[in-house]
């Protein structure tokens, strides 16, 4: 059974930083892409970040490059969030998940497994 569990949300002021992990199981972690996702209040889930199977790969939503970096740590079957600069328009639930394949793909439909999300609420 493959488990996804995110953590490291929270409430932080415009400007501050926070970095979210998400510990994977079940799967061999090192063979897959992974992506992070996120979901405002009444829009859809939008792509935010991916990393391929070894991390040597990334890609970004024009809306965070330069303020989010993806990084994992095959190690440990974790991925990691690291996001700076934080905007009130980045409030909403992340989600991470595990690619179908071994490379970044920017598609929901391209994911399998889902984490349960964790709220980044960011004040103005």
């Known amino acids: 059974q493959v488990q996804l569990v995110e953590s490291g949300g929270g409430l932080v002021q415009a400007g501050d930083s926070l970095r979210l992990s998400c510990a994977v199981s079940?799967?061999?972690?090192?063979?897959?892409?992974m992506g992070w996702f996120r979901q405002a209040p009444g829009k859809e889930r939008e792509f935010v970040a991916g990393?391929?199977?070894?991390?040597?790969?990334?890609y970004y939503a024009d809306s965070v490059k330069g303020r989010f970096t993806i990084s994992r740590d095959n190690a440990k079957n974790t991925v990691y969030l690291q996001m700076n600069s934080l905007k009130p328009e980045d409030t909403a639930v992340y989600y991470c998940?595990?690619?179908?394949?071994?490379?970044?793909?920017?598609?929901?439909?391209?994911?399998?497994?889902w984490g349960q999300g964790t709220q980044v609420t960011v004040s103005s």
């Open positions: 998940a595990t690619s179908l394949w071994a490379v970044i793909t920017t598609t929901l439909s391209g994911y399998d497994y």
């Open positions: 079940g799967r061999t972690f090192s063979n897959y892409g």
């Open positions: 990393i391929s199977w070894s991390g040597g790969s990334t």
